[in-house]
């Protein structure tokens, strides 16, 4: 249909830094021809695995990503893994301009002592555990303690907050695993806390979250009077508790920010010392003021008994082929305006760009921005799309090979019309596939 000329790119990961990628370069030019390669057999990246699943609105970017994969030029291939089921230089040979949107799966360590006793588990896990990614199916995270303490009081802290503490009703009508959703119906948890380095100040970015924490039925918050002294602004969000006396005193579960405090140890239980029972906090002070304010140690310390630990402190960008420039001290693909820095052809967008901040409107704006590169780097002839590439054909033949089965477009639509299917019988709006082996048999692989 189009001419074996016309410019052909190749995307690696199919999460909305992916599709916005694709969506822009195809707008963009009427001759583009766009292939994302995508590790799992179902597309969306975060939209699927993070989002939290009481905010389904968010989702609603997933109608957006659908109308970008069913356009005649984009094609999507899922279950494949870039890095291991191809490598980078091969689709260099096969396109014109590589784009890679793999985003962020690894995680940072706190790097305190006591990090892996069990008991304490990374947002990332928790997340991903709840949400259905295959990976995270087996955590069986132990929720029979009281008091769990987050560490970390950015938005995913908060979504972990309140999918503990939210009442089972409210979570039975989301697309939470079933899995889940009974380990949580039997949760023992009662107390939330939410720790963060610094002050009241610095938590801009996550009002409307708590606010949510705040409506939150059966819950009450309990803050510290003294972390917020000469903070009167920041504690306008939260009730007094003169304003709903009633429904705050019947409230049986309890969330609190805590400021001022970084962690310092895990403390095991003395009685089963694999597990942990506690947590070492150093208290801080705040130097300067505002979003620049740095947090620097007081030398006191303080403990907080609790059966549970979140570490929520970050995602990070890992290296999926070593013919890629990785920054590692700083997780991320060393780039200008989304061109790899000097790797010709290659081009990076999403949070494998940025760093793992901002929420998706921030990754739609930085990698129309990328795309916007490609297409410059195309007129401008620095990006020789003058000779024939052959794309996908000669990529399909390799993983043929290789024995790797591709799941297309319509063969997630599929699984999509499964996991709605399964879900309405139980009153949500889907019930996810957890395995990608079952992924695959639905798909008809
Ligand atoms: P990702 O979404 O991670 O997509 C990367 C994709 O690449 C994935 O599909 C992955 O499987 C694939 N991939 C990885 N490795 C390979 C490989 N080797 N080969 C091929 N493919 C690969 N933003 C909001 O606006 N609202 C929210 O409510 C919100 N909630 C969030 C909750 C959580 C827990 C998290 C972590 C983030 C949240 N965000 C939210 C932010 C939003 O999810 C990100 O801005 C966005 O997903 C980043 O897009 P991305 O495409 O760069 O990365």
């Given at each position: 249909r189009y001419s074996s000329c016309s410019p052909k790119v190749c995307i690696v990961g199919g999460g909305p830094a992916g599709f916005y990628t694709a969506q822009h370069l195809i707008k963009a030019r009427p001759d583009v021809t766009v292939d994302i390669y995508e590790?799992?057999?179902?597309?969306?990246g975060l939209v699927r695995?993070?989002?939290?699943?009481?905010?389904?609105?968010?989702?609603?970017?997933i109608n957006t990503f659908t109308q970008t994969a069913r356009h005649e030029r984009c094609s999507f291939y899922g279950n494949v893994n870039v890095g291991?089921?191809?490598s980078v230089t091969e689709l260099q040979e096969a396109y014109h301009a590589v784009v890679l949107s793999y985003g962020a799966e690894g995680n940072r360590r706190?790097?305190?002592?006591?990090?892996?006793?069990?008991g304490v588990y990374s947002a990332k896990d928790f997340v991903g555990w709840y949400n259905g990614l295959p990976s995270c199916?087996?955590?069986?995270?132990?929720?029979?303690?009281?008091t769990a303490v987050i560490l970390g009081q950015g938005n995913v802290a908060l979504d972990v907050a309140r999918v503990l503490l939210s009442p089972i009703d409210l979570l039975k009508k989301t697309d939470i695993t079933q899995p889940a959703l009974e380990v949580l119906e039997e949760s023992r948890v009662r107390r939330v806390l939410i720790v963060g380095r610094r002050g009241p100040t610095q938590i801009a970015g996550t009002v409307k979250e708590v606010r949510e924490m705040v409506n939150l039925p059966n819950t009450r918050p309990d803050m510290l009077a003294s972390d917020f002294e000469g903070v009167k602004e920041a504690l306008k969000d939260l009730p007094s508790p003169g304003n709903e006396h009633e429904r705050l005193e019947k409230a049986s579960r309890v969330w609190g920010l805590r400021f001022y405090r970084s962690p310092v140890e895990i403390l095991?239980?003395?009685?089963?010392?694999?597990?942990?029972?506690g947590i070492r906090l150093a208290v801080n002070k705040l130097e300067g003021s505002g979003e620049g304010a740095r947090a620097v140690l007081t030398g006191e310390m303080e403990d907080v008994s609790c059966g549970l630990i979140i570490s929520s402190i970050g995602y990070k960008s890992l290296s999926i082929d070593p013919s890629v420039p990785f920054d590692s001290h700083r997780a991320i693909v060393p780039n200008n305006m989304g061109r790899i820095q000097e790797a010709p052809g290659l081009y990076c967008s999403g949070w494998l760009k940025t760093g793992p901040t901002g929420v998706i409107a921030t990754t739609l704006n930085n990698s129309f921005d990328t795309a916007r590169s490609v297409l410059e780097d195309m007129d401008s002839g620095t990006l020789n799309t003058s000779a024939a590439k052959p794309g996908s054909q000669s990529i399909n033949a390799l993983l043929e090979k290789r024995g790797v089965k591709p799941v297309t477009f319509s063969e997630w639509e599929k699984i999509d019309s499964e996991e709605v299917r399964r879900g309405a019988a139980i009153g949500k709006p889907r019930e996810k596939l957890l395995t990608v082996e079952e992924m695959l048999q639905v798909a008809g692989k």
């Amino acid at each position: 249909r189009y001419s074996s000329c016309s410019p052909k790119v190749c995307i690696v990961g199919g999460g909305p830094a992916g599709f916005y990628t694709a969506q822009h370069l195809i707008k963009a030019r009427p001759d583009v021809t766009v292939d994302i390669y995508e590790r799992l057999p179902v597309p969306f990246g975060l939209v699927r695995f993070g989002v939290a699943p009481d905010h389904p609105e968010v989702k609603n970017v997933i109608n957006t990503f659908t109308q970008t994969a069913r356009h005649e030029r984009c094609s999507f291939y899922g279950n494949v893994n870039v890095g291991k089921d191809l490598s980078v230089t091969e689709l260099q040979e096969a396109y014109h301009a590589v784009v890679l949107s793999y985003g962020a799966e690894g995680n940072r360590r706190m790097g305190v002592p006591g990090e892996d006793l069990s008991g304490v588990y990374s947002a990332k896990d928790f997340v991903g555990w709840y949400n259905g990614l295959p990976s995270c199916r087996e955590l069986g995270p132990d929720l029979s303690c009281e008091t769990a303490v987050i560490l970390g009081q950015g938005n995913v802290a908060l979504d972990v907050a309140r999918v503990l503490l939210s009442p089972i009703d409210l979570l039975k009508k989301t697309d939470i695993t079933q899995p889940a959703l009974e380990v949580l119906e039997e949760s023992r948890v009662r107390r939330v806390l939410i720790v963060g380095r610094r002050g009241p100040t610095q938590i801009a970015g996550t009002v409307k979250e708590v606010r949510e924490m705040v409506n939150l039925p059966n819950t009450r918050p309990d803050m510290l009077a003294s972390d917020f002294e000469g903070v009167k602004e920041a504690l306008k969000d939260l009730p007094s508790p003169g304003n709903e006396h009633e429904r705050l005193e019947k409230a049986s579960r309890v969330w609190g920010l805590r400021f001022y405090r970084s962690p310092v140890e895990i403390l095991a239980d003395p009685e089963r010392s694999s597990r942990t029972a506690g947590i070492r906090l150093a208290v801080n002070k705040l130097e300067g003021s505002g979003e620049g304010a740095r947090a620097v140690l007081t030398g006191e310390m303080e403990d907080v008994s609790c059966g549970l630990i979140i570490s929520s402190i970050g995602y990070k960008s890992l290296s999926i082929d070593p013919s890629v420039p990785f920054d590692s001290h700083r997780a991320i693909v060393p780039n200008n305006m989304g061109r790899i820095q000097e790797a010709p052809g290659l081009y990076c967008s999403g949070w494998l760009k940025t760093g793992p901040t901002g929420v998706i409107a921030t990754t739609l704006n930085n990698s129309f921005d990328t795309a916007r590169s490609v297409l410059e780097d195309m007129d401008s002839g620095t990006l020789n799309t003058s000779a024939a590439k052959p794309g996908s054909q000669s990529i399909n033949a390799l993983l043929e090979k290789r024995g790797v089965k591709p799941v297309t477009f319509s063969e997630w639509e599929k699984i999509d019309s499964e996991e709605v299917r399964r879900g309405a019988a139980i009153g949500k709006p889907r019930e996810k596939l957890l395995t990608v082996e079952e992924m695959l048999q639905v798909a008809g692989k």
